[in-house]
């Protein structure tokens, strides 16, 4: 069985549905697992879905895992005199997550 890469529009359905999932009280799935909530979100936003709850639980934690490094990395740009605007920041940032990682931060669109 191969896998089948995840594409942007499902990282961001993703993201949407866990946005949902935490923020919705009034979710049509009240006694469920929170990850089936999201998953439930998920397939409402994607329509026909290739992914089980586990896969879009474990790309979850993934995107979340990367992006907390990212944020730690622009957290820590250098601009205490102030001549970096934000687009300079993540620039840096990018390079800078390239460098200790070994690849780009794939969660960040310009």
Known sequence: MSV????????????ESWVVAVT???????????????YHEFCI???EVIRTVHAICS???MIH??????????????????????GDIIQV???EYHNKYGGDFKHYAA
């Open 59 to 61: 790309r979850f934690r």
């Open 93 to 95: 940032a990018c390079v």
């Open 65 to 86: 895992m990367d992006s907390a490094r990212f944020e730690a990395i622009v957290n820590g740009v250098d601009n205490d005199d102030g001549e970096l605007n934000e």
């Open 24 to 38: 919705n009280h009034e979710t049509p799935l009240p006694t469920s697992p929170f990850w089936d909530r999201v």
């Open 4 to 15: 089948i890469p995840w594409s942007v529009e499902e990282d961001i359905a993703l993201c």
């Open 45 to 47: 936003l994607r329509g």
